[in-house]
């Protein structure tokens, strides 16, 4: 059990898991406010807040995305507590199943990355 842990702590240091989790906030995200924007075709001059609002969830999702992939670990940092300020429930119901759906990923991305060397 104690390999195990420290298996666990080497692997969870590597700033690839926390890309992984943040890639996949920000996939979320984007989603969700395309579906927002998407569902209120203003009919009403009202509809075109939801609409800026859903593209405006969007757009911070497709940051958290370029933050992930492409940013320097300060600018992926503050991409992460973005989400995480404030305690949202969202976020704190998304948190396992994010973090449990990043482990393979990340793994997978890591196998690719140097495939002779193991996890």
Do not use: H, Q
Request: hydrophobic share 60%; with cysteine.
């Amino acid at each position: 059990m104690r390999s195990f842990v420290n298996w666990l702590r080497r692997y969870l240091r590597d700033s690839i898991v926390l890309r992984v989790c943040v890639f996949i906030y920000g996939a979320l995200f984007v989603a969700m406010g395309l579906r927002i924007a998407i569902a209120f075709t203003p009919p009403e001059p009202l509809g075109w807040l939801a609409v800026a609002l859903g593209l405006a969830i969007a757009g911070f999702g497709a940051y958290m995305a370029y933050a992930s992939v492409f940013g320097r670990l300060r600018i992926l940092e503050k991409a992460a507590n973005a989400v995480s300020y404030g305690g949202e429930l969202l976020v704190i119901v998304l948190v396992l199943p994010v973090f449990m759906a990043a482990i393979p990923i990340a793994g997978l991305v890591k196998r690719i990355r140097s495939p002779r060397r193991l996890f």
